[in-house]
């Protein structure tokens, strides 16, 4: 406990009036602070002073599975772990290694003990070593747990406590207003020694959901976090956390008790002695996505969900106007707080982050083109029985072979401007291993699978990679080499600070333009990037650069003179125009 605890115990007493108003918020609050900060952690005396000291412009994550690079020899996190050294040691400074737990489905998602690490990946001490070198993000799977789990096995022989823990519901009961991202049937029925009952399951029939109603539920994860962060981690990923809170006749998304769970997480982290970030995954509309970040009490990160399919429709359309029109209306992260910029992770290209942002005919059509391009489309249920596109599945490499006009020869100028327009934006850059690598679909993956995420959840033979990585005509090698050398550019630049100074640029739509302002303002970046296939000149004075500086595109090393009255842009060329280099 805090020694000048008044204050911590005033707002945990008043997150708990509001999570369990019918508990005794005295023993519950010792409860949590025992599962949290068990005997020998350690603890601040007063909360971590707002501010953006957790990130800085050198901070860069290649998200990636732990077996993502296997040889059939060794444990796949000594692999990764060597692949990042001997590849990106010195230009990236973490790694989200995705769910590295027993499973049973859904890739990891779908866990079965969160306690020890997959035996086929490695153990704690593999974990704790890449996190000894890198900065390690790890997933808190907290709305449900596999079937085949012990939880649910106790809970299906009435053994207490696990007897309260997943959340059940009646066949009768009105479900028509819950948001959900799949097509199954959200209940199962499961019989246990209690009689027959049915369990929610959001995601999928092995993937129950856990009933946060009881405060158990909480204590368990609050342990589970503190083994991550006694392993190392240093950026917890609380995994589907919008539907964490189940009330029957609500749409059981972003309910005020899911989000004071998540406020009372980041209150532990602000008195953690060790420094742990936050962050939320909710992958919805743009608005909704945007509330967790609560009023800097929440998340500390968030994703920018919206980003990745507003860059895709940007570049296969040849225009900026939605990319533009959505960015100038984006705020400034709050202070203590950073959007995650990315284009791809190991989901698909979500689809209801544009929802108000394209109109249905240009989701329509970028769903053609993905298609055109040997990508998938998942689907989700609609409250009427109908249903909507979920996801683009596709690897984002793939996803630029053409544009809406069809096939052509830009596809790694194409590419190479998706990624460039993520390392400058305002926030933390996060690039999926299979981005990095220019991995293509894997169509023989969703065959074996059945699951069309498969497409993008290539398993590299580490000889293989290798190879290809040492040949520099080959793709993959060529597209490692551009994004380590841009990312390396990138964070040298205090310009690119995740939260130093943003406004949007108004060039007209074949460009996404934004000027960054380094925190102590000694540096200025005009991050412009062509969107189109086309040459374009644009007007120095658009950029309104102060003459008497010396201005160079940090990308190209090509002088820019402010007196001249042109720049031209090659087919899908960006510039970083700056001041200080």
């Known amino acids: 406990m805090p020694k000048n605890s008044s204050k911590f115990n005033a707002k945990l007493t008043s997150l708990l009036d509001q999570i369990y108003p019918e508990a005794d918020a005295s023993a519950l609050s010792q409860q949590i602070v025992d599962a949290f900060w068990p005997e020998g952690s350690m603890v601040r005396n007063r909360a971590r002073p707002p501010g953006n000291t957790l990130w800085d412009e050198t901070d860069t994550l290649v998200i990636t599975y732990g077996n993502s690079i296997v040889d059939g020899v060794h444990k796949p996190l000594d692999l990764l772990r060597h692949f990042l050294e001997e590849n990106l040691s010195g230009v990236i400074s973490g790694v989200h290694i995705l769910p590295f737990f027993p499973f049973t489905s859904d890739d990891g998602f779908a866990v079965t003990d969160y306690t020890v690490v997959n035996s086929n990946l490695g153990s704690w001490s593999d974990v704790s070593r890449i996190a000894s070198e890198f900065r390690l993000m790890s997933d808190l799977v907290l709305n449900h747990v596999s079937s085949f789990s012990t939880w649910f096995q106790e809970y299906r022989q009435g053994h207490a406590p696990y007897d309260r823990f997943f959340f059940e519901a009646d066949p009768e009961d009105d479900v028509s207003m819950v948001v959900r991202p799949r097509t199954s049937p959200l209940l199962r029925e499961v019989e246990t020694t209690m009689g027959t009952r049915h369990v929610w399951c959001t995601f999928s029939h092995d993937q129950v959901d856990l009933d946060f109603t009881n405060p158990e539920v909480l204590l368990e994860f609050l342990r589970i976090m503190r083994l991550h962060i006694d392993n190392g981690v240093r950026i917890i990923r609380l995994d589907a956390v919008a539907f964490l809170w189940k009330e029957l006749g609500t749409n059981c998304i972003h309910l005020p008790q899911t989000h004071a769970i998540v406020r009372l997480m980041r209150l532990l982290f602000d008195y953690a002695k060790e420094p742990v970030v936050l962050l939320t995954e909710t992958n919805v509309p743009n608005a909704e996505n945007l509330s967790y970040f609560g009023n800097m009490n929440e998340a500390h990160s968030i994703y920018n969900f919206s980003l990745p399919p507003l860059i895709l429709h940007a570049l296969l359309n040849g225009t900026a106007k939605r990319l533009n029109q959505w960015q100038m209306g984006m705020p400034p992260a709050q202070l203590g707080c950073a959007y995650l ?241």
């Open 341 to 581: 910029n990315f284009t791809a992770s190991h989901d698909g290209i979500g689809m209801r982050p544009v929802e108000g942002l394209l109109p249905q005919e240009e989701i329509d059509a970028l769903v053609d083109t993905v298609r055109a391009s040997g990508g998938l489309v998942s689907m989700r249920s609609l409250p009427d029985g109908g249903e909507k596109p979920y996801e683009l599945n596709i690897t984002y490499f793939d996803s630029m072979k053409g544009t809406v006009a069809g096939p052509d020869d830009w596809q790694m100028e194409r590419f190479l401007c998706s990624q460039t327009i993520v390392m400058a934006l305002e926030g933390l850059p996060a690039f999926y291993i299979h981005s990095l690598l220019g991995t293509s679909n894997d169509h023989a993956g969703v065959e074996k699978t059945g699951v069309n995420r498969a497409i993008n959840r290539h398993r590299w033979d580490y000889d293989e990679l290798r190879t290809a990585l040492a040949d520099p005509e080959s793709v993959h090698a060529r597209v490692l080499a551009a994004m380590k050398d841009r990312i390396s550019i990138r964070t040298r630049q205090k310009a690119f600070h995740p939260n130093a100074t943003q406004f949007t640029l108004h060039l007209g739509d074949p460009f996404f333009g934004f000027w960054r302002q380094s925190i102590n303002r000694d540096q200025s970046v005009f991050a412009i990037h062509n969107v189109t296939d086309q040459a374009i000149t644009l007007s120095a004075l658009d950029i309104n650069l102060i003459s008497g500086e010396t201005w160079v595109d940090l990308l190209s090393g090509e002088p820019i003179d402010p007196s001249e009255g042109e720049i031209t842009f090659a087919p899908y060329q960006c510039r970083w125009i700056s001041n200080r280099h």
